[in-house]
Structure formats: structure tokens, C-alpha cells
């Protein structure tokens, strides 16, 4: 069993900025990658950015320059640092992570989502 408890959502003002945490947790041997995907009323889930063990990156264009994604391996956290947000980026947002278990065996989890608002 593998829990991602995901944290840092809300409501705030274009312009602004927020920073989303996702912790994993669990029979978790080794994490190969996480990242973030988002999902607008009416629209399907995409890819905001993902970030590998070994620390490679990778953006939706509509976010490149504004998002970061980053990993405390130690932690098994991931962070999702947003600025200059903008009204279109008003979304679920929702962690994923790939892990191998103690017995080797690969796994793609979700986690349950975090509302992010972007509105004046």
C-alpha cells in the first residue's frame, strides 16, 4: 500500500504563487519518477511536469519559465513550485509517482488532488 498526500492548493490572485507538495509514502523500495498533471471542469487530466530519479525535468509548454518541479529524494517528496499564475491554470491538480516495491515489482499511483484557484 503506497499513500501520496499532496498539500499547498488554495485560491489566489493572478500573479501570484503557490507551491505543491506530494509526499509518498508506503512498500516503496525506489521512486523512478513523479510528477504533476492537472484537470480543468470539462477537460481531460494533462501533464504539468515530471521530474525523474536522476533529476531530469520535463513541462507543458503553457507552464515552461513559470513552474518548477523539484524532488527530495530523501523525503520521497515532490514540489511543484508555480508563479506568475494565470486564470487558465485554475485546476485539480493531481501527483503521480512511479516506484518499484521490495519485491521489484512497478507500480503507477495517483494521488487524490489538490484544488488550485487562480481568480481576483
Known amino acids: 500500500q503506497v499513500q501520496l498526500v499532496e498539500s499547498g492548493g488554495g485560491l489566489v490572485q493572478p500573479g501570484g504563487s503557490l507551491r505543491l507538495s506530494c509526499a509518498a509514502s508506503?512498500?516503496?523500495?525506489?521512486?523512478?519518477?513523479m510528477g504533476w498533471y492537472r484537470q480543468a471542469p470539462g477537460k481531460q487530466r494533462e501533464l504539468v511536469a515530471a521530474?525523474?530519479?536522476?533529476?531530469?525535468?520535463n513541462y507543458a509548454d503553457s507552464v515552461k519559465g513559470r513552474f518548477t518541479i523539484s524532488r527530495d529524494n530523501a523525503k520521497n517528496t515532490v514540489y511543484l513550485q508555480m508563479n506568475s499564475l494565470k486564470p487558465e491554470d485554475t485546476a485539480v491538480y493531481y501527483c503521480?509517482?512511479?516506484?518499484?516495491?521490495?519485491?521489484?515489482?512497478?507500480?503507477?499511483?495517483w494521488g487524490q488532488g489538490t484544488q488550485v484557484t487562480v481568480s481576483s
Open positions: 521530474i525523474t530519479s536522476g533529476g531530469s525535468t
Open positions: 508506503g512498500r516503496i523500495f525506489s521512486i523512478n519518477a
Open positions: 503521480d509517482v512511479y516506484y518499484t516495491d521490495s519485491d521489484g515489482y512497478e507500480y503507477h499511483y
